[in-house]
């Protein structure tokens, strides 16, 4: 089947919050009203701070208000991803903090085995599945590179599992597979959307006050607290965490140091027990190629293969809006490497077509910090990763509110922040060469030219 044609019944929304069990959403603010602490987002980031914050002290009286529906953006589209590293990977850890990367990667698994029980605690059915993830090489010098990453872990305390071509096609059958490295223990597959509904349920059972369509509008201070002003009312609070991520922070100076970058899935009709065979797939592990411009695919419950990644559209301005959502030349690459992926797969159809904006900034890891004397904290900058990092996030703002020193407030990795972007019109021509650079470089059997280099020495090279 030609693969522009096997899109042709694609529908241009999300597959995850499709699902029938999608809540009806909450009203709105209208009027004023106090809280002790205020959480601005209702994505991951913002869920996980409000429902931590009630653990921590139940008599907390905490107010969570969302611009749209709850998990509706990022949280609701992205691949279903949960990993446990907090730094992008592995590799990014490597190169920005050494010396305490063992740590990180301790504090990473902690946080990931505490969403694990979360999740069983409350009974979120998330469809969650500790799977693991498979890294694929599918050119002959990433082959070399795995290896490498394999060994370096292994020296930092972790363990992931090389498989050779014929090892990997046991797992998973391509023509495409050359081989791959196992982390078994540090991914977990679910379901996104369920997981965001599932924190809103939980955070409502704990206290939580929840506002939906109440988008924060303005912040400022108000006698010892702050105020933040929504289209219907305003929120009086002694303490407020962002948890807004892509979209512009209430605190301007934030601004610079993230850019709004398109990510890009489709989602394939339920496979049957003839073309699932074809593939094999039993271990229903995350997989993703170890390209710069890179692809990441899964199961889904029911069988689907959820298969995203490769192009990565910024656009002039840092213009985060809605009909960027569709990009239908992106959707056609995709649908052509994925039938060059599994060509046994050929006459299947996708169902579903969708983007959404990630946040990243220059260090392709979360950065975090307070405002207005200590009495606003944020985390942003997931980059993509934000499914497992954001809980992370939510610890790290509840620790700088409180003015404690944690093992996380401890980190380099918590008190330093990356670069800011430049301005426009340098912010688009950097962000397009370096994207240019890295496909060039997919290209060149890895080769990174002077641009790469040079990012490189500035502590800016990109690890995908």
């Not at 090892?167 to 991914?187: A, N, Y």
């Amino acid at each position: 089947m030609d693969s522009a044609r096997a899109l042709s019944d694609a529908r241009p929304t999300p597959f995850w919050l499709e699902d029938p069990g999608r809540p009806e959403a909450l009203a709105a603010l209208v009027g004023d009203t106090r809280c002790d602490l205020l959480v601005v987002g209702g994505g991951y980031s913002g869920l996980w701070t409000a429902l931590i914050a009630k653990e921590r002290d139940p008599s907390l009286d905490v107010v969570l208000i969302e611009g749209n529906e709850i998990g509706w953006a990022a949280s609701g589209r992205n691949g279903g991803f949960c990993a446990s590293s907090l730094t992008h990977g592995f590799g990014n850890g490597l190169q920005r903090w050494p010396g305490e990367l063992a740590e990180l990667e301790r504090q990473g698994l902690a946080n990931l085995n505490a969403i694990e029980d979360t999740v069983k605690r409350y009974g979120i059915d998330c469809e969650w599945e500790r799977t693991g993830e498979i890294d694929i090489a599918t050119q002959p010098h990433q082959l070399a590179e795995l290896r490498e990453v394999a060994e370096a872990v292994g020296e930092y305390g972790g363990e992931l599992t090389f498989l050779d071509a014929d090892q990997l096609r046991e797992q998973v059958d391509s023509p495409t597979f050359l081989g791959g490295i196992w982390d078994k223990e540090g991914v977990a597959m679910l379901h996104p959307a369920k997981l965001a509904w599932g924190l809103r349920d939980a955070c409502l059972a704990q206290g939580v006050r929840i506002f939906e369509r109440t988008k924060g509008l303005a912040l400022a201070e108000h006698g010892s607290g702050m105020a933040v002003r929504t289209p219907y009312g305003r929120v009086f609070a002694r303490r407020v965490a962002l948890g807004t991520n892509v979209f512009p922070s209430l605190v301007k100076r934030v601004r610079p140091y993230i850019v709004p970058v398109y990510d890009y899935a489709l989602m394939t009709e339920p496979l049957t027990d003839e073309q699932l065979a074809s593939i094999g797939w039993t271990g229903r592990q995350g997989l993703s190629d170890s390209a710069n411009k890179f692809h990441y695919f899964r199961l889904s419950a029911d069988n689907r293969i959820l298969w995203g990644g490769y192009d990565t559209i910024y656009h002039f301005g840092s213009k985060v809006q809605a009909e960027h959502d569709q990009r239908p030349e992106t959707f056609r690459t995709l649908a052509r490497q994925f039938f060059q992926t599994f060509p046994q797969l050929d006459g299947v159809r996708f169902t579903n077509a969708w983007g959404g904006a990630i946040d990243t900034c220059t260090r392709f890891s979360a950065f975090f910090d307070t405002a207005y004397k200590g009495r606003v904290a944020y985390a942003a900058g997931f980059t993509g990763l934000g499914v497992g990092a954001t809980r992370y996030g939510a610890e790290v703002m509840l620790d700088l509110l409180a003015g404690e020193l944690t093992e996380r407030t401890a980190l380099e990795m918590v008190r330093s922040k990356p670069l800011p972007f430049p301005p426009e019109p340098v912010r688009w021509a950097g962000i397009e060469m370096t994207k240019w650079s890295l496909d060039r470089s997919d290209r060149r059997g890895g080769q990174r030219n002077l641009w790469l280099r040079t990012l490189d020495r500035m502590g800016l090279g990109f690890d995908s």
